[in-house]
């Protein structure tokens, strides 16, 4: 595939996938440009997060085309698509309890420059500096998410796979949550979001796109979000 100005950085056609012998996928279709924040609603099993896992390469039986700039990434290993740049941060967060925040903030190898500094870190997840020597269990959910989120900026990653960023936490943190993940996407990140929380991220989204049955079957802009409530709302069982 031979990227032009007019690629999309992230390209998926046709995506199927299972688990085990059960489909999860049925052919997810969708783009991705550099810089967008789009975001996949539905409702819960509809296939959201199973895309982030196919993208990865950590859902082992798949089928159909993954491409980010420019690579074809349709068959090979999770670390392959982390080294080309992509980084992903599960709902449940993969925190280490045994390890400290300082620790668990290095684990991740460094796949690019230009990942954030400790200090550009802190400024984003202030609570974390103060927390440096605690282990993972003494956090709170909260901060296991800026700590998961942290972690994979240091990277030097550049396109964010975001699974369920404020799933089970209070509402002040969720707007901590928003506005980190508004001045990442002013970076210049490109951010691929699963949230059920569409209040949230009508906030900060770019586009939608609506997954139902393991496809996508409709994409939305923000600005038509008004236009298109009542389906929106049709569509996540509200």
């Known amino acids: 595939m031979t990227e032009t100005a007019t690629t999309p950085l992230l390209k998926i056609r046709d995506l199927e996938g ?3 012998e059960s489909k999860a996928l049925h052919g997810v279709s969708l783009t991705l440009r550099k810089g967008e924040l789009l975001t996949l609603i539905g409702r819960n099993g509809a296939g ?38 992509l980084a992903y941060c599960p709902e449940e967060r993969g925190i280490f309890g045994s390890l400290t925040v300082a620790e668990n903030l290095v684990l991740p190898p460094i796949i690019a420059a230009g990942g954030m500094t400790d200090a550009e870190l802190f400024e984003l997840f202030p609570n974390l500096k103060a927390r440096l020597s605690s282990p993972g269990t003494k956090l709170s959910g909260g901060e296991q998410q800026m700590l998961a989120i942290a972690r994979i900026l240091r990277t030097g990653a550049t396109t964010l796979l975001l699974d369920e960023p404020t799933e089970g936490l209070a509402p002040v943190i969720v707007k901590q949550i928003g506005a980190v993940i508004a001045a990442l996407k002013t970076r210049g990140y490109t951010i691929l979001l699963v949230e059920q929380n569409f209040r949230f991220a009508a906030k900060i989204a770019d586009r939608f796109c609506v997954v139902e049955h393991g496809r996508v079957v409709e994409s939305i802009d923000r600005g038509d979000i008004a236009a298109n409530e009542r389906k929106i709302q049709s569509y996540l069982g509200v």
Do not use: C, F, H, N
């Open 18 to 20: 299972w688990y085990g």
């Open 48 to 85: 959201k997060t199973s895309t982030l896992r196919a993208v990865m390469g950590l859902m082992r039986k798949r089928r159909g085309g993954i491409y980010y700039a420019g690579r074809d990434l349709s068959q090979t290993p999770p670390e392959i698509a982390a080294r080309s740049g």
